[in-house]
């Protein structure tokens, strides 16, 4: 709900503070005083496109800041989570308007885009007059409004998921059946890879005991000679037949050596247990530097080949027996591709005939509620004056998507006999203020925290017309908040909150002033409005008349 307008320097605006309250805010006065400027004003502050020309003259900028109370719930509270902007109960909204052209705005006191201030103003404010291409004469919002009329947000959200299911569906099949596609266009090559590695089969660390392998037999015939002299040195003929006679001749010395030679024959014994240690390993390792010649050959050839089936698919030779696994699982996924197709296939049809089902749920919800809204439109066009005329909810099948394959439009006939077409094709000025009227009536239930506000939709009618439109916004009012621009009478006098626009001259600068109306100064301006310039007693009495009516 809007409560507060402050204008600064827009058009003939100096400065202007305004406070509104719920119910049927009504701005009246002569053509030319500015009633447009504050639709101009608010619309600039809430995001809307329109001219570019508002700075007043000899100010350096233009500024409008609109205050708005926020309930728990209200969707405008979700649209500043998701811009990231502080959520209150109050919202308050500012923006600039440099003479340069230069437009800055401020959502509760945080910089915002024009964007952000469109997105929220989708949820604070609806506007409605004989240009109301915004919207209920967009025929592309029609069909959210006959759902909204008809309660149908339970059939809405079945279709929406039905179609998400389905849309779900047709990926997963799309996506099988590329990857079948790619998969069957490698067939070959996986069918000779996995072959050709199956039949190398190759080992994680084979490689690695390949190569050492190969290199030992390489070098074997190398140092196989010195390694031979080296075990001949320690052996009986060598160091250890030294040792051993040195030992004998220590131990028969010993008996008369008092004890002195005891710890040389202690260390000669312990160096033979070494040197035969030692003699022991290098004849193992003379035994391994015997191999067959072959046996290098068939090594070189099995290293050889792993190397090069590493190479040719880019991967580690550690990493071969892991890639055949992978291109068996490619293989498999071919030879079980069409299974799986079909799988998809039956998810397809299932989710189609799941849709089709819920699509033809929501069809006949939309045709019964659509025959409810045509039955309410008559019984409201009546008092206003148009009971021969006829509204008419048609349908016709669109491409299916998430809110079903129903396209809905409104349209009129005004007169007997006459076509029938779009209400913004159809209806002239006056008879189309009050198809919106009567339309915004039937569809009252939708607009829950919303400011409607309603630019001369009573242009073109009077009298009792007028008066019937007076009601109707009056009853539009009820738990909410309309603002209305006017010239008529009848609709003035249905008011909660009357304010009187009206231009001066000062200092010799035309401005537009604003002033709240209220007992002899609100009778006196509907009885201008009645009878013009010269206000009479019989207009006061007619004003008093209509107030009380």
Same mark, same amino acid.
């Given at each position: 709900?809007?409560?507060?307008?402050?204008?600064?320097?827009?058009?003939?605006?100096?400065?202007?503070?305004?406070?509104?309250?719920?119910?049927?805010?009504?701005?009246?006065?002569?053509?030319?005083?500015?009633?447009?400027?504050?639709?101009?004003?608010?619309?600039?502050?809430?995001?809307?496109?329109?001219?570019?020309?508002?700075?007043?003259?000899?100010?350096?900028?233009?500024?409008?800041?609109?205050?708005?109370?926020?309930?728990?719930?209200?969707?405008?509270?979700?649209?500043?989570?998701?811009?990231?902007?502080?959520?209150?109960?109050?919202?308050?909204?500012?923006?600039?308007?440099?003479?340069?052209?230069?437009?800055?705005?401020?959502?509760?006191?945080?910089?915002?885009?024009?964007?952000?201030?469109?997105?929220?103003?989708?949820?604070?404010?609806?506007?409605?007059?004989?240009?109301?291409?915004?919207?209920?004469?967009?025929?592309?919002?029609?069909?959210?409004?006959?759902?909204?009329?008809?309660?149908?947000?339970?059939?809405?959200? &079945?279709?929406? $998921? #039905?179609?998400? %299911?389905? /849309?779900?569906?047709?990926?997963?099949?799309?996506? *099988? @059946?590329? +990857? =079948?596609?790619?998969?069957?266009?490698?067939?070959?090559?996986?069918?000779?890879?996995?072959?050709?590695?199956?039949?190398?089969?190759?080992?994680?660390?084979?490689?690695?005991?390949?190569?050492?392998?190969?290199?030992?037999?390489?070098?074997?015939?190398?140092?196989?000679?010195?390694?031979?002299?080296?075990?001949?040195?320690?052996?009986?003929?060598? &160091?250890?037949? $030294? #040792?051993?006679? %040195?030992? /004998?001749?220590?131990?028969?010395?010993?008996?008369? *050596? @008092?004890? +002195? =030679?005891?710890?040389?024959?202690?260390?000669?014994?312990?160096?033979?247990?070494?040197?035969?240690?030692?003699?022991?390993?290098?004849?193992?390792?003379?035994?391994?530097?015997?191999?067959?010649?072959?046996?290098?050959?068939?090594?070189?050839?099995?290293?050889?080949?792993?190397?090069?089936?590493?190479?040719?698919?880019?991967?580690?030779?550690?990493?071969?027996?892991?890639? #055949?696994?992978?291109?068996?699982?490619?293989?498999?996924?071919?030879?079980?591709?069409?299974?799986?197709?079909?799988?998809?296939?039956?998810?397809?049809?299932?989710?189609?005939?799941?849709?089709?089902?819920?699509?033809?749920?929501?069809?006949?919800?939309?045709?019964?509620?659509?025959?409810?809204?045509?039955?309410?439109?008559?019984?409201?066009?009546?008092?206003?004056?148009?009971?021969?005329?006829?509204?008419?909810?048609?349908?016709?099948?669109?491409?299916?998507?998430?809110?079903?394959?129903?396209?809905?439009?409104?349209?009129?006939?005004?007169?007997?006999?006459?076509?029938?077409?779009?209400?913004?094709?159809?209806?002239?000025?006056?008879?189309?203020?009050?198809?919106?009227?009567?339309?915004?009536?039937?569809?009252?239930?939708?607009?829950?925290?919303?400011?409607?506000?309603?630019?001369?939709?009573?242009?073109?009618?009077?009298?009792?017309?007028?008066?019937?439109?007076?009601?109707?916004?009056?009853?539009?009012?009820?738990?909410?908040?309309?603002?209305?621009?006017?010239?008529?009478?009848?609709?003035?006098?249905?008011?909660?909150?009357?304010?009187?626009?009206?231009?001066?001259?000062?200092?010799?600068?035309?401005?537009?002033?604003?002033?709240?109306?209220?007992?002899?100064?609100?009778?006196?301006?509907?009885?201008?409005?009645?009878?013009?310039?010269?206000?009479?007693?019989?207009?006061?009495?007619?004003?008093?008349?209509?107030?009380?009516?």
């Amino acid at each position: 709900m809007l409560r507060a307008l402050d204008i600064r320097d827009i058009l003939i605006i100096d400065r202007l503070e305004l406070g509104f309250q719920p119910g049927l805010n009504v701005l009246t006065g002569e053509t030319g005083a500015g009633k447009s400027i504050l639709l101009d004003a608010l619309g600039f502050v809430l995001g809307w496109r329109g001219r570019a020309d508002l700075v007043r003259q000899d100010a350096d900028e233009g500024e409008v800041v609109a205050e708005f109370d926020l309930p728990h719930g209200h969707p405008a509270r979700d649209v500043l989570a998701d811009a990231g902007l502080p959520v209150d109960d109050t919202l308050l909204l500012r923006r600039v308007n440099a003479r340069e052209g230069r437009k800055t705005a401020w959502v509760n006191d945080r910089r915002a885009s024009g964007e952000v201030l469109r997105r929220l103003s989708d949820t604070l404010v609806e506007l409605h007059g004989q240009q109301d291409d915004r919207g209920l004469l967009n025929p592309r919002g029609h069909r959210a409004l006959l759902d909204a009329f008809g309660g149908l947000a339970d059939e809405r959200a &079945a279709g929406r $998921a #039905a179609w998400a %299911a389905l /849309r779900e569906a047709r990926q997963g099949l799309a996506a *099988a @059946e590329a +990857a =079948l596609e790619k998969a069957r266009a490698d067939e070959d090559f996986l069918r000779h890879a996995v072959a050709e590695l199956d039949q190398l089969a190759p080992e994680p660390g084979e490689e690695d005991v390949l190569d050492r392998r190969r290199r030992m037999m390489q070098a074997a015939a190398r140092i196989r000679d010195d390694v031979a002299r080296a075990h001949a040195a320690l052996g009986a003929d060598g &160091a250890e037949g $030294a #040792a051993g006679d %040195a030992m /004998r001749w220590l131990e028969g010395a010993a008996e008369s *050596a @008092e004890g +002195a =030679l005891d710890e040389p024959i202690a260390a000669i014994g312990r160096a033979l247990v070494e040197i035969d240690e030692a003699a022991s390993g290098v004849a193992r390792f003379i035994e391994a530097l015997t191999f067959d010649p072959v046996e290098l050959e068939t090594t070189e050839e099995r290293l050889f080949a792993i190397r090069a089936l590493a190479r040719k698919h880019g991967v580690a030779p550690d990493d071969l027996a892991g890639l #055949a696994d992978d291109l068996r699982a490619r293989l498999a996924a071919v030879e079980r591709g069409e299974s799986d197709i079909n799988e998809w296939r039956r998810a397809v049809a299932s989710a189609e005939a799941d849709y089709d089902a819920t699509a033809a749920v929501l069809s006949t919800a939309r045709t019964e509620a659509a025959v409810r809204l045509d039955a309410a439109m008559a019984a409201e066009l009546a008092p206003l004056k148009m009971e021969r005329a006829v509204f008419e909810t048609r349908f016709e099948e669109v491409e299916p998507g998430p809110e079903g394959r129903d396209g809905v439009t409104f349209s009129v006939a005004t007169n007997p006999g006459a076509p029938a077409g779009p209400l913004n094709r159809i209806a002239s000025g006056g008879e189309l203020s009050r198809f919106l009227l009567a339309l915004k009536v039937c569809l009252r239930g939708e607009d829950a925290g919303v400011t409607m506000i309603f630019d001369e939709i009573d242009r073109g009618v009077g009298g009792a017309t007028a008066d019937a439109v007076g009601r109707r916004l009056e009853r539009l009012a009820e738990g909410g908040q309309v603002l209305v621009v006017t010239h008529s009478p009848q609709v003035a006098a249905r008011a909660t909150h009357h304010w009187q626009v009206a231009k001066q001259v000062e200092d010799g600068k035309t401005l537009s002033r604003v002033v709240p109306l209220t007992g002899p100064a609100r009778v006196d301006e509907i009885a201008r409005m009645l009878a013009g310039d010269v206000v009479t007693d019989e207009a006061r009495a007619a004003a008093e008349k209509l107030m009380a009516g």
